[in-house]
């Protein structure tokens, strides 16, 4: 139905970077294009200390005893952790009340049983709880979760001999808040132990096409996952590595691309909240979780009359019957557009 509006769809359903590759980035891949051999699983020196210095600035970690691992973007690695750590059947993983679909996906894969977060209070002395995801700022709510619970998280984890893996991607795009990571001392005590942090260049970097990401945090979690994945053929790209390298250093642009996303969400909000949607949330991260107080698919179908596609809340739980989600990575033009056809 949005794709029949007149003057196109505006397509708010996905956060999918429109913006372009900066150049600096693209020069560099280009530069490593002659890549005749396999590339290092564990990634170059280059890239492995771009990433420390990146983690220690962004994240406040310290770069002794950091474990840190590049990974084909962060999804495959979301998708494949619990079996990459061995969970299978009869183990349970917990993931947040509303979430991105796939790390449930990924608990399937392992064949393990999926717990959502809301239930934890309830686990008793049967359920063997080996991970725990965490996602902060999240997807698709844009909620940020405090230190203080971020750290009630690691140590419940600790005490029962489980990791915590914590889904960091919209880590640098916060508005109302300042996300944490668990990686910060705060959270973690100044201990790796049982913590992995999770990143991703697709939305600092515009470099969603290049399936660029890593895994930082326990160093022995980190070796092991670098074994498997070795034998997998779990490897980023020699020409990618390089250009990761580049953009892990470079802030400008990342700066840069961030006060486009902030614009964009300020003229999003207004216009939901003229039309009498109510954004929950949305602190932080690529999205605006709205609600006009009726069954998703209701607000779906509204919009999607006006010509604009939005996510249903129900892809991401139960508790998301009432919600849909909007992305901020339309272009400039259609996001100003936005507010004329919802007026």
């Given at each position: 139905?949005?794709?029949?509006?007149?003057?196109?769809?505006?397509?708010?359903s996905m956060g999918t970077?429109?913006?372009?590759?900066?150049?600096?980035?693209?020069?560099?891949?280009?530069?490593?294009?002659?890549?005749?051999?396999?590339?290092?699983?564990?990634?170059?020196?280059?890239?492995?200390?771009?990433?420390?210095?990146?983690?220690?600035?962004?994240?406040?970690?310290?770069?002794?005893?950091?474990?840190?691992?590049?990974?084909?973007?962060?999804?495959?690695?979301?998708?494949?952790?619990?079996?990459?750590?061995?969970?299978?059947?009869?183990?349970?993983?917990?993931?947040?009340?509303?979430?991105?679909?796939?790390?449930?996906?990924?608990?399937?894969?392992?064949?393990?049983?999926?717990?959502?977060?809301?239930?934890?209070?309830?686990?008793?002395?049967?359920?063997?709880?080996?991970?725990?995801?965490?996602?902060?700022?999240?997807?698709?709510?844009?909620?940020?979760?405090?230190?203080?619970?971020?750290?009630?998280?690691?140590?419940?984890?600790?005490?029962?001999?489980?990791?915590?893996?914590?889904?960091?991607?919209?880590?640098?795009?916060?508005?109302?808040?300042?996300?944490?990571?668990?990686?910060?001392?705060?959270?973690?005590?100044?201990?790796?132990?049982?913590?992995?942090?999770?990143?991703?260049?697709?939305?600092?970097?515009?470099?969603?096409?290049?399936?660029?990401?890593?895994?930082?945090?326990?160093?022995?979690?980190?070796?092991?996952?670098?074994?498997?994945?070795k034998h997998a053929g779990?490897?980023?790209?020699?020409?990618?590595?390089?250009?990761?390298?580049?953009?892990?250093?470079?802030?400008?642009?990342?700066?840069?691309?961030?006060?486009?996303?902030?614009?964009?969400?300020?003229?999003?909000?207004?216009?939901?909240?003229?039309?009498?949607?109510?954004?929950?949330?949305?602190?932080?991260?690529?999205?605006?979780?709205?609600?006009?107080?009726?069954?998703?698919?209701?607000?779906?179908?509204?919009?999607?009359r006006r010509g604009i596609?939005?996510?249903?809340?129900?892809?991401?739980?139960?508790?998301?019957?009432?919600?849909?989600?909007?992305?901020?990575?339309?272009?400039?033009?259609?996001?100003?557009?936005?507010?004329?056809?919802?007026?």
């Amino acid at each position: 139905m949005a794709a029949a509006h007149p003057d196109g769809m505006i397509n708010l359903s996905m956060g999918t970077p429109v913006d372009p590759v900066p150049q600096v980035i693209r020069q560099a891949l280009a530069d490593a294009s002659d890549s005749p051999g396999y590339p290092l699983t564990a990634g170059t020196p280059a890239l492995r200390d771009a990433i420390t210095g990146w983690v220690s600035r962004a994240c406040g970690a310290a770069p002794d005893g950091l474990g840190v691992l590049p990974t084909i973007g962060s999804k495959e690695l979301v998708a494949w952790l619990p079996t990459l750590l061995g969970v299978g059947p009869g183990d349970t993983v917990v993931v947040p009340s509303i979430a991105y679909p796939t790390y449930a996906d990924g608990v399937r894969l392992a064949g393990a049983t999926t717990m959502r977060s809301d239930s934890l209070t309830a686990v008793g002395p049967t359920p063997r709880v080996r991970l725990i995801w965490v996602n902060s700022p999240g997807n698709p709510t844009g909620r940020v979760l405090p230190a203080a619970h971020l750290r009630k998280v690691v140590d419940w984890a600790r005490e029962r001999g489980a990791v915590v893996a914590s889904d960091e991607c919209y880590l640098p795009l916060g508005w109302d808040a300042e996300p944490v990571s668990v990686l910060s001392p705060e959270v973690c005590g100044g201990s790796y132990d049982s913590v992995l942090a999770v990143h991703s260049l697709s939305k600092r970097s515009n470099l969603a096409g290049y399936r660029a990401g890593f895994v930082a945090g326990d160093p022995a979690l980190v070796a092991e996952l670098l074994k498997i994945r070795k034998h997998a053929g779990m490897i980023v790209p020699a020409p990618v590595q390089a250009a990761m390298a580049v953009a892990l250093r470079d802030e400008r642009h990342a700066d840069e691309q961030k006060e486009r996303y902030r614009a964009r969400r300020t003229a999003l909000r207004a216009a939901f909240t003229d039309a009498g949607f109510t954004v929950e949330h949305s602190e932080a991260g690529l999205y605006l979780w709205l609600t006009r107080g009726e069954d998703c698919w209701d607000t779906v179908d509204w919009l999607a009359r006006r010509g604009i596609l939005v996510a249903a809340g129900a892809f991401y739980g139960p508790g998301g019957q009432q919600y849909v989600r909007a992305a901020l990575t339309e272009s400039d033009e259609r996001i100003a557009a936005v507010a004329a056809r919802l007026s």
